[in-house]
């Protein structure tokens, strides 16, 4: 499930922020914030994506770089949110 989580977010960076630019190599760890790839507008954009793709509401303390600011830091996010909706 992790792997899907982090393909949907990726495919969703490179069509709105990279404008599907798909040269252009997007590691897993890379900071979307300091490499330019998102802005604040862009995060804005990133928690509406994540809420409606995931079925998760993104609190306004959660929108912070260490959930957000990498694939893998999204990925862990969205994958703990969803579990403590299933353990709830």
Do not use: Q, W, Y
């Amino acid at each position: 499930m992790t792997d899907t989580i982090r393909d949907a977010v990726k495919a969703f960076v490179i069509e709105n922020f990279l404008f599907g630019d798909t040269t252009h190599a997007l590691a897993d760890t890379d900071s979307l914030i300091e490499n330019g790839i998102i802005d604040s507008t862009g995060v804005l954009e990133l928690v509406a994506f994540i809420e409606d793709h995931c079925g998760i509401t993104v609190a306004d303390a959660d929108i912070v770089p260490a959930n957000l600011d990498s694939l893998t830091r999204i990925t862990a996010f969205i994958t703990a949110k969803t579990a403590s909706l299933v353990a709830a």
